[in-house]
């Protein structure tokens, strides 16, 4: 079988996935992505190399594929080539977070895409499939998503597979500024769609500086981990590469400069998150997750932020739960709905690593098929099914 890997983000489920079929000698991959430099000099890169050709997305590549090579699927996350490239398409959605509403109205320039490509996804469709994470993804991509029942299979997450075997800290070493053996690390890793972190509380300037304040007394290193640095305005980059450098227990880094999270996860002995996506892989690391409750109040005037091909759009909705495939409370880890909550939440985390474990194991088998060690067995069965299926 060939494989297609069309990257809009190569890392998390898209990378493990890839590392899982680079392996195989049934099965040719190619992967084709934005700024091949950028992944290739990341550690994970050097400490898994990939035998797969890795290609740069470009116009010539969007309309005419890889010279000489007709895969028969394509795996992408979000954004689709240019029709003609396969027979059959298969959406790798790049995580499984708790930001929506991902309706059909906000999906339909994909599905667009899509049936362009390879036919109606809200349709039963034998040349396209949508892979679910678990029951609940299901529920939203078939009633809320409007995607056909029998295009949605249930799989889990990949980088799962990869992220319950934890690795030796020493093996890591190198490639952090900080000492990563003999102190405990924090993850602070947001996603954009709230703008500051603690806008919320009073500002970074205040929270953020009390947070980094307290770490660095408890001898804590800090990865700060932001989407796309394109996705912030300039003075708040600015303060974040200020507080990186007067704190020197702190690494910033943005996911298009430093597009891999898999060896910050690795490393991590807590994850600080409002709420990104982030936090269900690292679940399966069985490690604490703290989870900032994102917005002062669920029914509160929310402006929704969305990259578009035009640049960044924003638009006032009349409740941030709008944006939610499901509320906050409906998570894997400890729960801060203040400033006060939050640092004894950490004080606690790095004191008993099992605070929340149960909690932890508890969401992973209700929503994610437990992290069992076979999503990517399960994601290669149904890719090998969709190719087989006449159509």
Known sequence: MKVLIWATTFGSDLWSFTRYLDQRSDVEVKVVMKNPTAFLNEPV???YPLRAEIVERTAATQALGITGYHPDVTVFDNEVPAPGKSRAGFALWHGFGWKGPNDVKEMRPLYWQIRLAWGDPRKSNPRFRWQCFGPKDFEHRTKTAG????????LGAASHDDLITPLPKETLQEYYPFDIVGRKTVLLAPTWHYGEVFAHWGGDAVVLERLLTLL???DTNVIIRLHDSFRFDAAYTSFLQDVATRHR????????????NFLDMQVSDVLITNFSSIANLFYATGRPTIHVYPVRSADEAFIWRKRTLLGMWERRVEKASYIWKFPPEENGGLLAKNPDELFAEVERALDDP?????QTRQFLDRQMLGADGKNCERILAAL???VQTPG
Request: contains cysteine; proline residues 9%.
């Open 45 to 47: 890169a050097r400490l």
């Open 249 to 260: 227990h702190v690494l910033l880094k943005f996911k298009d400069r430093n597009p891999d």
């Open 147 to 154: 995607l056909h029942p029998s295009n949605c299979p249930i």
């Open 354 to 358: 099992s605070c929340c474990k149960a």
């Open 216 to 218: 660095g007394q408890r």
């Open 384 to 386: 090998a099914q969709l």
